[in-house]
């Protein structure tokens, strides 16, 4: 059976795949399909795309489980930036590929990732087999004075989209200003035309806690959201991360712009953040993926928790149990994240797309009983999860096989991210 998650959401019983150089070649019912010119493999259970992390940090499994109970200003600047001032690029590789193999074991099969050290994220990343969009990270506190210098951070993500940009592989490139309250505006303005000209994605945290925007809303007499419209930083493709707090106005804006919603609401949870308005984005015509944000907010990489969580939270927050539905949460950690990325070509079943598939096993008590195609639906977002999966491709490439990452030394990178945490803990002094 295959869940195609296309635009009429079809349910195929029975379902047959062909798959050549990566790309879904057909896809229907057995009894209607092509003659096989090549391997044949039988899988049984239920094969859906994989799913698409819009918004991690992912090499913060390195720091997992720091700075519990803080608010996140305190969590950030007490704890998670005095242990990622320690990491070598290094640390970054071995947290990338040990996070990779989490969310790969878990069918996230796309991770869109901001953060520093960008070579070595591309390299754990592409050592995993995972598909990635790197947004190398740009903080004030290493890059506010150092737009328009020789050599400045613009040039560098430049040059890197230049050498790592292959949308017809694995690894797209976009540029990621932290956020408004750290960078200020005119510098995210300064990285947006950045963006633009490379025709990249921009990623940006915004509104992600009640307060954080408090001066500079003060200072500017707006709200983040007009203040980063009114100077172009939301023109283009732009990925706004969290968006809790945003008014109408500010969703409006969103809409006219086609800013796109990376929704956390895991770590949104656990840092007691606040709930976006997803029900009132979608309403607008929003594009919203899930995300799990990074490991060490959520605490896991595990997008099968914001695929139930989203929903719940979203009718938890109506006091309404048909604000959104199962198909909905499924739509969001597939082919409505892959849009959020602007990634057309994955997130979906369909001809043309790229085979980035899980197979999930739905012998299980999970799934019992199905008496209806809704019940199959409704089981995978509310009791489904990723002990079911059991198998992935990306990009028609086997990277999981019976529930094993075939392409990371699992023990290894234990080993190495354990002995990397501890370091980090000792040498901060958190």
């Given at each position: 059976?295959?869940?195609?998650?296309?635009?009429?959401?079809?349910?195929?019983?029975?379902?047959?795949?062909?798959?050549?150089?990566?790309?879904?070649?057909?896809?229907?019912?057995?009894?209607?399909?092509?003659?096989?010119?090549?391997?044949?493999?039988?899988l049984?259970?239920?094969?859906?795309?994989?799913?698409?992390?819009?918004?991690?940090?992912?090499?913060?499994?390195?720091?997992?489980?720091?700075?519990?109970?803080?608010?996140?200003?305190?969590?950030?600047?007490?704890?998670?930036?005095?242990?990622e001032?320690?990491?070598?690029?290094?640390?970054?590789?071995?947290?990338?590929?040990?996070?990779?193999?989490?969310?790969?074991?878990?069918g996230?099969?796309?991770?869109?990732?901001?953060?520093?050290?960008?070579?070595?994220?591309?390299?754990?990343?592409?050592?995993?087999?995972?598909?990635?969009?790197?947004?190398?990270?740009?903080?004030?506190?290493?890059?506010?004075?150092?737009?328009?210098?020789?050599?400045?951070?613009?040039?560098?993500?430049?040059?890197?989209?230049g050498?790592?940009?292959?949308?017809?592989?694995?690894?797209?490139?976009?540029?990621?200003?932290?956020?408004?309250?750290?960078?200020?505006?005119?510098?995210?303005?300064?990285?947006?035309?950045a963006?633009?000209?490379?025709?990249?994605?921009?990623?940006?945290?915004?509104?992600?806690?009640?307060?954080?925007?408090?001066?500079?809303?003060?200072?500017?007499?707006?709200?983040?959201?007009?203040?980063?419209?009114?100077?172009?930083?939301?023109?283009?493709r732009?990925?706004?991360a969290?968006?809790?707090?945003?008014?109408?106005a500010?969703?409006?804006?969103?809409?006219?712009?086609?800013?796109?919603?990376a929704?956390?609401?895991?770590?949104?949870?656990?840092?007691?953040?606040?709930?976006?308005?997803?029900?009132?984005?979608?309403?607008?015509?929003?594009?919203?993926?899930?995300?799990?944000?990074?490991?060490?907010?959520?605490?896991?990489l595990?997008?099968?928790?914001?695929?139930?969580?989203?929903?719940?939270l979203?009718?938890?927050?109506?006091l309404?149990?048909?604000?959104?539905?199962?198909r909905?949460?499924?739509?969001?950690?597939?082919?409505?994240?892959?849009?959020?990325?602007?990634?057309?070509?994955?997130?979906?079943?369909?001809?043309?797309?790229?085979?980035?598939?899980?197979?999930?096993?739905?012998?299980?008590?999970?799934?019992?009983?199905?008496?209806?195609q809704h019940?199959?639906?409704?089981?995978?977002?509310?009791?489904?999860?990723?002990?079911?999966?059991?198998?992935?491709?990306?990009?028609?490439?086997?990277?999981?096989?019976?529930?094993?990452?075939?392409?990371?030394?699992?023990?290894?990178?234990?080993?190495?991210?354990?002995?990397?945490?501890?370091?980090?803990?000792?040498?901060?002094?958190?």
């Amino acid at each position: 059976m295959a869940i195609t998650c296309n635009e009429t959401f079809d349910v195929v019983e029975d379902a047959a795949l062909d798959i050549a150089d990566g790309i879904i070649t057909w896809i229907g019912a057995r009894a209607d399909a092509p003659e096989a010119s090549g391997e044949v493999r039988r899988l049984g259970g239920l094969v859906m795309p994989g799913l698409v992390n819009t918004h991690a940090h992912t090499p913060m499994t390195l720091v997992r489980g720091g700075g519990d109970g803080l608010a996140l200003m305190r969590w950030l600047t007490e704890v998670m930036w005095p242990r990622e001032g320690q990491m070598t690029a290094d640390d970054v590789r071995w947290g990338m590929a040990l996070g990779s193999a989490e969310m790969l074991r878990a069918g996230v099969t796309t991770t869109c990732e901001m953060y520093l050290f960008e070579d070595a994220v591309i390299a754990g990343a592409e050592h995993a087999g995972i598909r990635l969009v790197m947004t190398p990270g740009v903080l004030a506190v290493l890059h506010a004075e150092t737009f328009g210098a020789a050599g400045s951070r613009i040039d560098d993500i430049a040059a890197l989209h230049g050498r790592a940009h292959d949308p017809a592989g694995t690894v797209t490139i976009g540029v990621a200003p932290h956020s408004a309250y750290d960078l200020g505006v005119e510098a995210c303005a300064e990285l947006a035309v950045a963006a633009r000209d490379l025709d990249a994605l921009l990623h940006i945290h915004i509104a992600e806690t009640r307060d954080e925007g408090a001066e500079l809303e003060a200072e500017g007499g707006a709200s983040t959201v007009r203040l980063l419209a009114e100077a172009g930083v939301l023109e283009g493709r732009v990925l706004a991360a969290h968006s809790v707090w945003l008014d109408d106005a500010d969703l409006d804006t969103y809409a006219q712009l086609d800013v796109a919603v990376a929704h956390c609401p895991v770590s949104n949870m656990k840092l007691g953040s606040g709930t976006a308005r997803v029900p009132e984005m979608r309403a607008r015509g929003i594009r919203v993926g899930l995300g799990t944000d990074g490991p060490a907010s959520n605490d896991d990489l595990d997008l099968w928790q914001e695929l139930k969580f989203a929903p719940l939270l979203a009718r938890v927050t109506a006091l309404d149990a048909s604000v959104m539905g199962p198909r909905d949460a499924l739509l969001m950690a597939t082919r409505e994240g892959a849009a959020a990325l602007g990634l057309d070509d994955v997130g979906s079943l369909d001809v043309g797309k790229r085979a980035d598939l899980v197979r999930l096993d739905i012998d299980d008590p999970a799934f019992v009983p199905v008496t209806n195609q809704h019940e199959l639906i409704s089981h995978l977002a509310w009791s489904g999860g990723s002990r079911h999966v059991t198998d992935v491709w990306v990009q028609g490439r086997q990277v999981v096989a019976d529930r094993e990452c075939l392409t990371i030394d699992m023990a290894a990178a234990v080993s190495e991210g354990r002995k990397r945490g501890l370091r980090l803990a000792r040498d901060s002094g958190t």
